[in-house]
Nanobody, 124 residues
Framework: QVHLVESGGGSVQAGGSLRLSCAAS????????MAWFRQATGSKREWVAA??????SYEDSVQGRFTASKDTLKSTLDLEMNSLNPEDTAMYYC???????????????????WGQGTQVTVSS
C-alpha cells in the first residue's frame, strides 16, 4: 500500500524560509515521479515543483526561491522554500506517480497518490 507522509511547514514572516519533506513508501519502483503541489483557500491546486527522470522542474513563480531535492534510494522529496511571501500561503501536498513525465509542468490529475498536506502560512 502506498503512503506519502509530509512533514515541515508552519508559520513564518515574509522573507523567511521553511523546509518541507515528503517520504513515499509502498512503491515497487523507486524511480517514481514525486511532486509538490499547493492549494490556497478558494483556489485550485497548483503544481510547485517535481522530480522525474533525474530532472527537477519548478513552476515559474517559485523558480529561484524554492529548491527541491530528491533522494531516490529513500524515496523522499524535500522542498526548501526561501524568500517566502504571503502569496505562498497554502496547504502544500506531496504527490507521487509512476511513469509521469512533464518537464513543462504537471497537473493534479497526473497523480494518483497524495499526502495529507501540510500548512504553510506566511505573514506580511
Amino acid at each position: 500500500q502506498v503512503h506519502l507522509v509530509e512533514s515541515g511547514g508552519g508559520s513564518v514572516q515574509a522573507g523567511g524560509s521553511l523546509r518541507l519533506s515528503c517520504a513515499a513508501s509502498g512503491f515497487a519502483d523507486s524511480r517514481i515521479c514525486m511532486a509538490w503541489f499547493r492549494q490556497a483557500t478558494g483556489s485550485k491546486r497548483e503544481w510547485v515543483a517535481a522530480s522525474a527522470n533525474g530532472i527537477i522542474s519548478y513552476e515559474d513563480s517559485v523558480q529561484g526561491r524554492f529548491t527541491a531535492s530528491k533522494d531516490t534510494l529513500k524515496s523522499t522529496l524535500d522542498l526548501e522554500m526561501n524568500s517566502l511571501n504571503p502569496e505562498d500561503t497554502a496547504m502544500y501536498y506531496c504527490a507521487a506517480e509512476l511513469g509521469v513525465w512533464g518537464p513543462s509542468g504537471y497537473r493534479p490529475a497526473d497523480f494518483s497518490y497524495w499526502g495529507q498536506g501540510t500548512q504553510v502560512t506566511v505573514s506580511s
